[in-house]
């Protein structure tokens, strides 16, 4: 009976911690294997930084955006998107997505 509990538990603790894993975003500027982005530092038209992000799922945009501005609590403006689905058309996808985010609500 012990034994039975501790494997349903370990296995439980395992599947946590493997969703875990697979959720987070890097929250640092370079290539993310995990959310198949990219996040790069760059200069927007006003002369402040900015952070571009390319992904290849829309998705991955928003989820790394979110860990990029981690330290702002998550929140995010952002500047320019590219390629990425809008209402009525949420299944289509024109190419690689991308957007350019400013951290601070």
Avoid: H, Y
Wanted: charged share 15%.
């Amino acid at each position: 009976m012990t034994t039975r509990s501790t494997i349903q538990w370990m296995f439980a603790v395992g599947i946590a911690s493997l969703v875990a894993a697979c959720g987070m975003a890097k929250s640092t500027l370079g290539e993310d294997p995990r959310s198949e982005t990219n996040a790069t530092q760059v200069t927007w038209t006003d002369g402040k930084p900015a952070i571009a992000i390319s992904c290849r799922e829309p998705g991955s945009c928003q989820t790394r955006a979110v860990a990029m501005c981690n330290r702002t609590g998550g929140g995010f403006t952002t500047l320019k998107m590219e390629n990425m689905p809008t209402r009525g058309d949420m299944t289509v996808v024109r190419g690689a997505a991308s957007v350019v985010i400013r951290c601070g609500a």
